[in-house]
């Protein structure tokens, strides 16, 4: 069993940056990919960014590429996203997971393991 926490949400102005952690107990994360999805009120979750296990390779959405930036420390168990240049858009609850595969996707159904979520406001 994996348990994952995200923390470090909060409220921002645009343009400004945040940096989420995903912190895991139980299993460690070195074994799998992780990635990390967000679902804003009134709409469909969707993919942000994936890494895979060993941390090679990294996937993002369109609409963060260029600003977001995925990365682990599999020694400290933890999972990170660096945000800049914050749109109103990414404004969300921000949710990391644990792919029952080492291979980074963008499939939810790819993950096994879910965080309780974080949330991100960004303001105009």
């Known amino acids: 069993q994996v348990q994952l926490v995200e923390s470090w949400g909060g409220l921002v102005q645009a343009g400004g940056s945040l940096r989420l952690s995903c912190a895991a107990s139980?299993?460690?994360?070195?074994?799998?990919?992780m990635g990390w999805f967000r679902q804003a009120p009134g709409k469909e979750g969707e993919f942000v960014a994936a890494i895979s296990w060993r941390g090679g390779n990294t996937y993002y959405a369109d609409s963060v590429k260029g600003r977001f930036t995925i990365s682990r420390d599999n020694a400290k168990n933890t999972v990170y996203l660096q945000m800049n240049s914050l749109k109103p858009e990414d404004t969300a609850v921000y949710y990391c997971?644990?792919?029952?595969?080492?291979?980074?996707?963008?499939?939810?159904?790819?993950?096994?393991?879910w965080g309780q979520g974080t949330q991100v406001t960004v303001s105009s």
């Open positions: 997971a644990r792919s029952r595969t080492v291979v980074a996707g963008t499939d939810p159904d790819e993950y096994a393991y």
């Open positions: 139980g299993r460690t994360l070195s074994s799998g990919a």
